[in-house]
Nanobody
Framework: QVQLVESGGGLVQAGGSLRLSCAAS????????MGWFRQAPGKEREFVSA????????YYADSVKGRFTISRDNAKNTGYLQMNSLKPEDTAVYYC?????????????????WGQGTQVTVSS
């Protein structure tokens, strides 16, 4: 099993930045594709970004492309989501997730492990 713990959320003004971290423990972190998802109140959880096991390939939802950057440090068992030019519509609980088989996916049910989430609130 893999345990995931997110941190770095908070309240920021529109146009600001935050950096989320996802600390992994348990099995070898580099064996997993890592994804970030978010869920706003009253909405379904949606895909934000994903990164391959080596970190060499990244994927983004159109809504965050050019503003968010996903990365990982396998030596530190930690993944990151750098969020710039934040907008009020980015307000949500952000979750990191780990996928043990195959390539990245935008579907929540393809991921095997999830963190508890961290709140990001962007004020206008």
């Amino acid at each position: 099993q893999v345990q995931l713990v997110e941190s770095g959320g908070g309240l920021v003004q529109a146009g600001g930045s935050l950096r989320l971290s996802c600390a992994a423990s348990g099995r070898t972190f580099s064996n997993y594709v890592m994804g970030w998802f978010r869920q706003a109140p009253g909405k379904e959880r949606e895909f934000v970004s994903a990164i391959s096991r080596s970190g060499g390939t990244t994927y983004y939802a159109d809504s965050v492309k050019g503003r968010f950057t996903i990365s990982r440090d396998n030596a530190k068992n930690t993944g990151y989501l750098q969020m710039n030019s934040l907008k009020p519509e980015d307000t949500a609980v952000y979750y990191c997730a780990a996928k043990s088989t195959g390539y990245y996916s935008i579907r929540t049910y393809d991921y095997d492990y999830w963190g508890q989430g961290t709140q990001v609130t962007v004020s206008s």
